[in-house]
Every structure is written in structure tokens, then in C-alpha cells.
């Protein structure tokens, strides 16, 4: 026990010590201030400070770091130092890009499966990087791709249930040059996992590790991994979308374990899991995007009354109920059909307002609430813009 004790203080030490475990932070604290940019620029206020998009994502990553690590725990799932370093090469350039939907783990490992097939054919010249790339070649890929198939299916679930929440409204330009509105799921979550090691004080017993990893035993280390994804709904609320694309992912997960089991008989497998991960997750995004493109616009202005892109938190709107998605009818007794009907009417009590709001399901019903002194425009509700705003931000979605 004195030996798992002091390698558990060992892994903590290693992933403090990771500059993974520093850089995917700021990476989201950059997509955060991006985003209030962005909607400071086309609403004039921002939905949630920029470090939202650090504290949001953190517990459910670690929440899906501790279940893949107990699978790599329970598995005894060992992978070589010189494919983790790889790995963390290939990360660190993948947060460089700024493409956060390249940090499905169908990007990221695949790539790094591929990159240590082939290297180390590659003869550098350089001593350490050729002991590295021959550390590469020894390389067992059946823990791997059992890990890169968990690692698709976390990424599933944490869309499906984490990401239908604080998306972003936008306002962007359709391809007939109208102006709508969407709302966009762009996040980053830090996944810090258990790795083994081959090579070290960690003793095997008769049915542990499940794969064998020699005769000297493990080394435990706390890796951080970057898990990124980017979607933009325009056809229906974000949550059925988030959805639904999440269950598209946990299939390739899915599909990806029944790739590894072939890695068991063909070991040439591995390269062909890793191929199709890729061109499964990157179809998947192309398609989910066309969709999206071809499929009726659900937040764009009507004839009749003001949709509802956004609400701010803790705003009155939020607190009387009204959600994205439903329209506006009157204020204070008065229709509105435009942005510039709906603060006309609040004006006309700069201390309380009625609204009649029309539900996503056709329902009529009323709400009132107070409003802050002097500050009547300030309900909290982001509107779908008129056919004529044509918002400056718009322009760089």
C-alpha cells in the first residue's frame, strides 16, 4: 500500500508538472473572451464573464476523467511514455490551431496512432529522437484503441448531457443573405485520466493488468487531456440538436470498440480503426453542418411579435421564465413586431412590465416583473434581430 500511496503522490506531481495541465486552460479562457467579443459586438452585452468557460466545463471533465479512469484502472490499460508525449505534441498543436473541433479524441489519438506507425521509419539522425522513435515502434496498440474507443464514447456523453447548456446566441448571415439567429456550442473540457506505464514498482497479479506488460511492472501517471468540440444549431433549440449529435458520437465510439477487438487478431487494424475515426467524425461534422444550413431557420424574425435568441442570467426576463425560443407578443399592452417596437414599449414604464409570450409550443401566457430604476432596457432578453441589423460579428461567424 506505502508503494501505490507514493505513486499516487508521483502521478499528482506529474500532472502538475505537465504543461498540458496549464495550456488547456488558457485555451478556454481564450475561447471565453472570444465569445463575450463576440456577443458584446452584436447584443452589447455578454451571456457569461469569460472564465465561464473555465469553471462550466470543470467539473463534468473531471467527471469523465474519473470514469475513464477507473476503465483504465480496471483494465490495467498501459500505453509507452513515447506515445503519451506524442499524444501531448499532437494536443498542444491541435489548441495552437484554435479548431476546438479537432479535439474529438477521434482526431487527436487516431492521429497519434497513425504518427506512431509510421515514424518510426524515420531515421532522424539525432540520438534521443531515434531511441524515441524506436520506443515508438515497440508500441502495443490494443490498450490503446481500447482507451481511444472509451475516450469517443466520453466525448458522446459529455455533448449529449453538457453541452445543450450555456450555448452562445449568434447572429449570423444565411446563404439566401438573410440575417438569423443560432445558438453555438463551442467548448473545451479538461479530462485528467490515469495512465499506466510499462516499467515500473507497480506489481501485476494473475488476472491484472488484462493485457499482459512484461515482467517490470507500472508507473502511474496523471495525464490532462483536451476533449473540443464546435456546433452551431440553427433548425431547433439546442438541446434535441446537442443531442442527438452526441448519440451520433457514442456510436463511433461504438463502432471504434468493435475496431479494437480486430486489433486483438489483425494488428494492422489499429491503422484502419484510426483512418475511419477520422473520416467518421469529420463526416459526422460536414453532415451535421449541411443540415443545419438546408433545414428551416427556427430563430428568425417574423411577422408577428419578437423572438427570443438568448436571456441573461439572473435578468428579470430569467426570473419571470421566458426561455429561447418564444416569441413576444406585447409589452405593456403594446404589440411588437420589431426590436424597436419592444424597447419603445418598455419605455412606457420604466419601473415594471407586463409581457404576453407566446410558448415553442403555441401557448399564450403573461408574465410581469420589475425592472431596474433607470435602466428599462434592461429586461435581459436577446432578440432575434429585424431583417435589417446587420450586427459587425455577424460577419466573422
Not at 354 to 364: A, N, W
Not at 374 to 386: A, I, P, Y
Request: some cysteine; aromatic content about 10%; proline content about 6%.
Amino acid at each position: 500500500m506505502d508503494v501505490i500511496g507514493w505513486e499516487l503522490v508521483q502521478a499528482v506531481g506529474r500532472f502538475f508538472a505537465h504543461p498540458l495541465t496549464y495550456i488547456i486552460p488558457i485555451a478556454m479562457l481564450l475561447l471565453g473572451y472570444i465569445r463575450v467579443k463576440r456577443e458584446r459586438s452584436t447584443f452589447h452585452t455578454r451571456m457569461y464573464q469569460a472564465a465561464f468557460d473555465v469553471t462550466a466545463p470543470l467539473l463534468p471533465g473531471f467527471m469523465a476523467g474519473l470514469v475513464l479512469s477507473i476503465i483504465v484502472v480496471a483494465g490495467g490499460i498501459a500505453v509507452p511514455f513515447a506515445f503519451i508525449g506524442l499524444l501531448s505534441i499532437v494536443l498542444l498543436l491541435v489548441l495552437l490551431t484554435g479548431r476546438t473541433n479537432w479535439l474529438s479524441p477521434a482526431f487527436t489519438v487516431s492521429l497519434t496512432v497513425i504518427l506512431a506507425l509510421f515514424l518510426p521509419a524515420w531515421e532522424s539522425g539525432n540520438a534521443f529522437v531515434d531511441s524515441w522513435l524506436e520506443a515508438l515502434a515497440q508500441t502495443d496498440f490494443r490498450p490503446i484503441m481500447i482507451w481511444l474507443s472509451a475516450l469517443i464514447m466520453i466525448e458522446g456523453v459529455l455533448i449529449w448531457k453538457n453541452g445543450k447548456h450555456y450555448t452562445s446566441p449568434v447572429v449570423l448571415k444565411s446563404t439566401r443573405g438573410k440575417w438569423l439567429g443560432a445558438h453555438r456550442l463551442q467548448r473545451i473540457w479538461l479530462i485528467p485520466s490515469v495512465m499506466f506505464v510499462p516499467d515500473g514498482v507497480i506489481e501485476s497479479v494473475s488476472w491484472w493488468p488484462l493485457l499482459p506488460v512484461g515482467e517490470n511492472g507500472l508507473t502511474l501517471f496523471l495525464i490532462p487531456f483536451a476533449i473540443g468540440t464546435k456546433y452551431t444549431i440553427f433548425h431547433t433549440l439546442p438541446a434535441p440538436a446537442v443531442k442527438r449529435a452526441g448519440q451520433r458520437v457514442i456510436l463511433l465510439g461504438i463502432l471504434a470498440g468493435a475496431g479494437a477487438a480486430a486489433v486483438f487478431y489483425d494488428p494492422q487494424a489499429a491503422l484502419y480503426t484510426a483512418a475511419f475515426a477520422i473520416v467518421f467524425r469529420e463526416s459526422l461534422t460536414v453532415w451535421l453542418n449541411a443540415q443545419e444550413r438546408t433545414r428551416p431557420a427556427f430563430f428568425m424574425p417574423r411577422s408577428r411579435g419578437v423572438g427570443i435568441l438568448g436571456v441573461l442570467p439572473e435578468s428579470p426576463a430569467a426570473k419571470v421564465g421566458l426561455r429561447p425560443g418564444e416569441m413576444i407578443m406585447k409589452v405593456n399592452g403594446q404589440k411588437v413586431n420589431t426590436e424597436k417596437d419592444f424597447y419603445q414599449a418598455l419605455q412606457k414604464n420604466s419601473a415594471y412590465c407586463k409581457v404576453e409570450v407566446t410558448d415553442i409550443q403555441g401557448e399564450l401566457r403573461h408574465v410581469q416583473s420589475a425592472l431596474y430604476d433607470n435602466e428599462h432596457h434592461e429586461m435581459g432578453v436577446l432578440l432575434v434581430k429585424d431583417r435589417n441589423a446587420h450586427p459587425p460579428a455577424a460577419k466573422e461567424a
